[in-house]
């Protein structure tokens, strides 16, 4: 080796060791470093609490320092070491020698610079020396010891340091153990972070909690450690919050929470606003304070289901309305909505009543029936068992089933029986849902022995119907009603409620009575009166009219034109005699009333009807169309106001009204007969009345022993009823005697006897004993007594009944008298008039007979103008008397007035024409006049209507089968030419007959109805069938021909048509539908099913006959043993 | 001498050319029923040619408007789906009337009463010989005699008046068929009269003409 190497050697040994002390001292200080650091890093750590962060950067810091610090030193050492430093060059090194051993240090120097240079140097330095040089400083180096050219100090030096560091750290760290031990454990967890520790803490005593929705809560918070002045409170709700500052006094500081509807969130705290303070808030943590909602009903609804008898459809009603109105019966179901889940719920009425709620999950309902006014809340209950508060009260209310109401609509006011024995009744009943029953109930108030009610329904079709009139025809006569008694009568009418009971409602009460015959008869006689009586004073004003008028014509004469004041007074008369009209009219509506309720009590015969009718419509038609057209030209002249149009309009209106009074006067005199006939008629019936009401007395009293007291009373009662009637048969007698002495003819002197016969028999006297041994409860006695009565009633009845006969025949014979001296009269005028007639043959102008012949015309004139007033005369007994009588008197009087006057001006020959005419119209009027006769014996009465009729009838039917025949025969049917013909002969036939009855019913030609065509198409038919023709026109004339008859007989019916009969347009009417019975009203018979069956076997007429007599007798049995 | 008779001959044959009466076969007869009693069976004589004149104006069917005269003895009798009776008062049919009467009902005929006013209860006692085991029944308000071609929804239309009653439709069913209708309390056929005879209101015409219509179609078509 070298010696440079031996150098080199020794500096790296050098080097080393200088890099080794190097290191060590580093080394060391780097460990005090650390310990320095740490020292301080956990001081600070103690003080400041480091975040985590900073620890960890901290910590970081630290070993990074002390990995780079050995890094470091590491690092140059090993530059020391390896020489890369010029510090620890060679030179440096040798310089280090120097200090410590200067020369070799020195010579190292000279050797290195030497060795350094020598490839620089390029002279005079030999290498050899510089080997030798180097040698020698190598060798002197070897015993230069390293250790004591390095400079060891440093280390122990560093050394000392570092045990002094550690000292002291040791020493604080000792003293701080605790703290400095808790921050080295918090730098050891550098990651964890650690509380500073605080100077307090703020303890929630209520913590997370839960209150109910609405509740208070108190808040409580502790303080544990220094006081702060103040700390905060902060609650959070959703949608604000609430920040309050408390004042801090004591360790515990409360705060109240109200009306807590949401979750809110709750802290206390404190907050740092000092920067030397480590901590910036202390808080006692966020509370939770959870509002839990109570159970609540969000929705109502009701459901109401009416009782079924109301037919009323449910209805469902929400929460919005808290009544909830139902009639008694309803089922009310409720159900609610809840905003929760519900566990249980029930419903508290004010009545005391609960009911439990069918719960599912957030809906309730529950079911109950009204019968009364409440009021009910529901309570509902969550699974917590909190409860819904103030929930609302509902109020029950009940709806009224009204009463039902019922209105008699028929009959109007109190109403009389007649022989129908029927009460029409019409009612009006409503109701607002329905009828369960409807009855009449009644009660007689006239029958001491039996004053209770009774009922009988009254058929109610539809009973759900709420409104409807009803018609029913109630017929009494099963009630055992008799003539005289009194009863009423009222409907009720329940309703069909069946919840609370049907209700009742009744109606007015309807009097009803059966008027005795008695009193019936009574009526109609009062109402004859009162006709009479305005008969009478139209007649009298009538008669002052004419007055007026007689005047009104004079002074009209006399005046030059016409004033006004004679205007107003005719116009005024004109007046009159149309109110007149009027007045006669409404008289004949009453006859017609009066001849009605005659009819439908059977008061009067068919007769005595139908010559009331005869009369009626002779009232009706006394404004004859001659008397208006009169009054109607009266009046046009009075507004011409022109003299003699309206002298003349007067003078025809005068002879009209004299017409118009005196037929007012036969009509009245007919009246009185009619009446005279009407009160024979009623003795009789009144009569036989009495006697069968006797005789039924008289039975009853025969086993009498066993009566009560009250049903003697009353019998009592019904006898001297009997007796009150007697005497007013005896009354009426009386009375008509009194009227029949204004007709010479009646047999007054019969009624009288009669009349003072029934007197002599004192019936009434045993009547009334009857009746007052009654009520002395002696039967036996009263017995012998109406016995009595009731023989000598029977006797008086025969007597009337007789009488009656009697009458008849009188007046009948009293007409027929006068008929036929009439006739004689007529006769005997024709016959002078003929004789005249022959005589005016034989004579010509200025013959001295002319003077004979008028004389002879003249008394000829006389006679007839007596003959009519006698045919008036006979006017006032009869209708029988035709007006063409009157019509053929006057065309008579006419043409004899006319001889006169052309005898006496010289026309011989025109005399002579009207002569004949005039013997013309005599016979004309004897013929008619007989005709009149001959219908009255027919007829049996002064009318002859039935036998017209009949005839007329039996007109129409053969001219119905000709049409027939005709029709057939016009279709191309056998028999042809001759059949026509034997039907032309068949025409002829009616035809005659026909017109024979024409002439028959002449007396009446009013009665004849349109016949005078039917002649006219009758020959016209005969006509074509003669032909052989069968025309169109020949078949729509006999059809005509058929219609008038027919026709002609609907005239003579229409007289008897009842008023009402007069078509009169109905008003529609609105009701309830009926319905049909299930078996569609047949009632299946086996028995009517085998008769059909065998009838339709073709047996013989005869033997049908049998057949169908065995089914009857069959069905008979077949009736009774179901009965 | 053959001209002669041939000249006689059409002289003979002319009349019974000219005696033909039309009849159209396309139409159908009605007929007015005659009864014994003495009721005036013949008072609407013009009441039906004025409904067969209304029902050929309005419906499709076509009615002869010679209206015929019935009895029940009548051979023809069969020949009228449709008869019509109507009056004021008595009726009364002999043993024999009755059974042919029930006979031509029971084979399809059908009887239309219409009272006047004062022939119920004398129809009711005759119906009830005729049909001994059939009541007189009231039709509904939703029976199609009511609406088959015109509507009644109250029934039958009241037009005259008579006794203050409302009107009635009464019915006699033989084997579920109506048989015989009984207007009641309306007079229909005082109704189907020219207006000139009652002089009531065009549309009180026109409703009796009407139902008279429902009546007379239901007759055809039942």
Request: contains cysteine; glycine residues 6%.
């Amino acid at each position: 080796m070298s010696g440079y190497d031996r150098i080199k050697e020794y500096l790296g040994r050098l080097r080393k060791e200088v890099a080794q002390i190097r290191f060590r001292t580093g080394l060391i200080l780097a460990v005090a470093l650390f310990v320095l650091l740490v020292f301080l890093v956990a001081t600070l750590e103690g003080f400041f609490y480091f975040s985590p962060q900073v620890k960890k950067f901290a910590v970081g810091i630290l070993f990074v320092v002390l990995g780079g610090v050995v890094a470091g030193n590491i690092l140059v050492s090993f530059a020391i070491f390896r020489g890369w430093t010029e510090r620890y060059s060679d030179r440096k090194l040798a310089e280090l020698l120097i200090s410590k051993y200067g020369k070799i240090g020195q010579r190292l120097i000279n050797v290195i610079q030497l060795n350094e240079q020598r490839p620089s140097l390029k002279s005079g330095v030999s290498s050899a020396l510089i080997n030798v040089y180097t040698q020698e400083v190598a060798d002197e180096l070897e015993d230069v010891p390293i250790e004591n050219v390095v400079d060891s100090s440093p280390v122990r030096k560093a050394g000392i340091f570092l045990a002094v560091v550690i000292f002291i750290v040791l020493a604080v760290t000792g003293y701080n153990f605790r703290f400095y031990k808790a921050a080295l454990t918090r730098l050891k967890n550098a990651r964890t972070e650690y509380e500073f520790p605080l100077p307090f803490t703020i303890l929630s005593l209520k913590g997370n909690t839960q209150v109910l929705y609405g509740d208070t809560l108190d808040l409580s918070f502790e303080i544990k450690g220094k006081l702060p002045k103040q700390l905060f409170l902060s609650v959070r709700f959703p949608e604000h919050t609430i920040l309050d500052r408390i004042r801090v006094e004591d360790s515990v500081v409360t705060y109240e929470l109200r009306n807590l509807r949401e979750t809110a969130f709750c802290e206390a705290f404190v907050v740092n606003k000092n920067i030397f303070r480590r901590w910036s808030r202390i808080s006692s943590g966020v509370d939770t304070i959870r509002v839990i909602s109570r159970p609540e009903i969000l929705e109502y609804s009701f459901e109401v289901i009416p009782p079924p008898y109301t037919r009323l459809e449910k209805a469902v009603h929400q929460s919005s309305n808290r009544e909830v109105r139902a009639y008694p019966g309803s089922l009310i179901g409720v159900n609610i909505l809840a905003n929760k889940e519900i566990e249980e719920g029930k419903a508290i009425f004010k009545s005391g009543k609960v009911y439990p709620l069918k719960v599912k999950k957030n809906k309730g309902k529950f079911d109950f029936r009204v019968r009364e006014n409440d009021e009910f809340l529901i309570k509902i209950y969550d699974r917590e068992g909190i409860d819904n508060i103030s929930p609302i009260k509902y109020v029950v209310e009940l709806l009224k089933d009204g009463y039902p109401s019922v209105k008699v609509l028929s009959p109007r006011g109190n109403f009389e029986l007649n022989e129908s024995m029927v009460v029409p009744l019409g009612i009006k009943i409503s109701d607002d849902f329905g009828f369960s029953a409807c009855n009449i109930v009644y009660r007689f108030l006239n029958k001491v022995e039996n004053l209770d009610t009774f009922k009988i329904a009254f058929p109610i079709k539809e009973k759900t119907l709420p409104l409807q009139e009803l018609y029913y025809d109630w017929d009494v006569g099963s009630l055992g009603i008799v003539p005289g008694d009194e009863m009423e009568f009222w409907i009720e009418v329940y309703d069909n409620d069946v919840v609370s009971g049907p209700k009742r409602s009744v109606s007015r009460k309807v009097f009803v009575r059966y008027p005795t015959i008695i009193e019936l008869f009574s009526q109609v006689s009062e109402a004859e009166e009162q006709m009479v009586d305005e008969a009478l004073d139209i007649l009298e004003e009538v008669e002052e009219s004419k007055k007026v008028l007689e005047e009104s014509s004079i002074k009209l004469i006399k005046e030059n034109e016409i004033k006004w004041e004679r205007k107003v007074q005719i116009e005024r008369e004109l007046k009159k005699t149309k109110e007149l009209g009027e007045r006669i009219k409404k008289l004949s509506q009453k006859l017609d009333e009066v001849i009605q309720r005659s009819k439908e009590n059977l008061l009067f015969n068919e007769e005595i009807l139908s010559k009331l009718a005869r009369l009626q419509e002779a009232f009706e038609q006394i404004m004859t169309p001659e008397l208006q057209e009169a009054m109607e030209k009266l009046k046009r002249a009075i507004e011409s106001m022109d003299k003699e149009e309206i002298a003349r309009a007067l003078q025809n209106f005068k002879i009209n009204q004299e017409r118009f009074e005196k037929e007012l006067d036969r009509m009245l005199d007919i009246f009185e007969r009619v009446k005279i006939e009407q009160a024979v008629d009623e003795m009789v019936k009144r009569i036989n009345d009495m006697v069968k009401n006797q005789d039924s007395l008289s039975r009853i009293l025969e086993g009498a022993d066993s009566l009560r007291n009250t049903a003697m009373l009353r019998l009592a009662n019904e006898e001297e009823k009997i007796g009150y009637d007697m005497t007013s048969l005896e009354d009426l007698m009386k009375t008509t005697l009194e009227d029949m002495q204004k007709f010479p003819v009646m047999p007054s002197e019969e009624l009288n006897n009669i009349s003072e016969e029934i007197k002599r028999m004192d019936i009434a006297s045993d009547l009334n004993e009857a009746a007052s041994s009654l009520r002395n409860m002696n039967p036996k006695k009263a017995f012998n007594r109406a016995s009595s009565a009731a023989d000598k009633m029977h006797s008086a009845a025969n007597m009337l009944e007789e009488f009656q006969k009697t009458f008849k025949v009188r007046t009948m014979e009293e007409v027929l008298v006068d008929f036929q001296n009439i006739l004689s009269h007529a006769l005997q005028i024709s016959k002078e008039q003929e004789k005249i007639s022959g005589s005016l043959k034989d004579i010509s102008y200025g013959s001295d007979k002319i003077q004979d012949i008028m004389v002879q015309q003249s008394w000829n004139v006389e006679n007839l103008s007596k003959l009519l007033s006698e045919l008036s005369s006979l006017s006032g007994k009869t209708f029988a008397v035709s007006p063409r009588v009157g019509k053929y008197i006057g065309q008579a009087y006419s043409k004899m007035r006319s001889v006169l006057r052309n005898l006496q001006e010289g026309s011989v020959a025109v005399s002579r024409r009207d002569a004949r005419e005039a013997l013309r119209s005599i016979n004309d009027c004897s013929l008619e006049i007989m005709f009149s006769m001959e219908n009255l014996l027919s007829g049996g009465q002064a009318t002859g209507f039935k036998e017209y009729l009949k005839r007329l009838q039996q007109l129409a039917s053969q001219q119905e089968g000709l049409n027939q025949e005709t029709m057939k025969l016009g279709l191309g049917g056998e028999g042809g030419r001759l059949s026509l013909q034997r039907l032309a002969a068949r025409q002829m036939q009616i035809k005659r007959a026909l017109e024979q009855l024409q002439r028959q019913m002449r007396g009446n030609p009013d009665q004849v109805g349109d016949l005078s065509g039917i002649v006219k198409d009758m020959e016209k038919v005969i006509e074509d069938l003669k032909k052989n023709r069968v025309l169109r026109k020949t078949i729509q004339r006999q059809q005509r021909i058929l219609t008038r008859l027919l026709d002609a007989q609907k005239s003579i019916r229409a007289q008897g048509y009842k008023k009402k009969r007069k078509s009169r347009t109905g008003q529609d009417v609105v009701r309830e539908s009926p319905s049909l019975p299930s078996d569609y009203g047949e009632k299946s018979s086996l028995l009517r099913e085998n008769l059909e069956e065998a009838l339709s076997k073709g047996y013989s007429a005869d033997l049908e006959k049998v057949i169908r007599k065995y089914f009857e007798i069959l069905s008979t049995e077949e009736e009774k043993s179901e009965k | 001498m053959k001209k002669l008779a041939l000249l006689v001959f059409i002289v003979l044959l002319f009349p019974l050319l000219y005696s033909q009466v039309e009849k159209d076969y396309s139409k159908v007869a009605i007929a007015l029923l005659k009864y014994g009693g003495g009721g005036d069976w013949y008072g609407d004589r013009n009441a039906l040619p004025n409904l067969a004149r209304f029902v050929n104006q309005n419906l499709p069917v076509r009615v002869s408007e010679e209206v015929k005269i019935v009895s029940p003895m009548d051979d023809d009798l069969f020949s009228y789906p449709y008869i019509f009776m109507a009056g004021h008062g008595n009726v009364r049919f002999t043993e024999e009337e009755v059974l042919r009467l029930r006979k031509y009902l029971t084979s399809g005929g059908f009887l239309h009463a219409d009272d006047d006013y004062g022939m119920d209860k004398y129809f009711r006692r005759e119906i009830k010989r005729i049909f001994p085991n059939n009541e007189l029944v009231e039709l509904p308000f939703d029976h199609s005699i009511y609406h088959i071609y015109y509507d009644f929804p109250h029934g039958l239309p009241k037009i005259h008046e008579h006794d203050g009653k409302p009107p009635q439709g009464f019915g006699i069913f033989y084997k579920g068929r109506l048989v015989v209708f009984y207007s009641y309390e309306t007079d229909l056929g005082d109704g189907w009269e020219d207006p000139e005879v009652h002089h009531d209101p065009e549309e009180k015409r026109l409703q009796a003409l009407k139902m008279g219509a429902n009546i007379l179609l239901y007759s055809l078509l039942y």
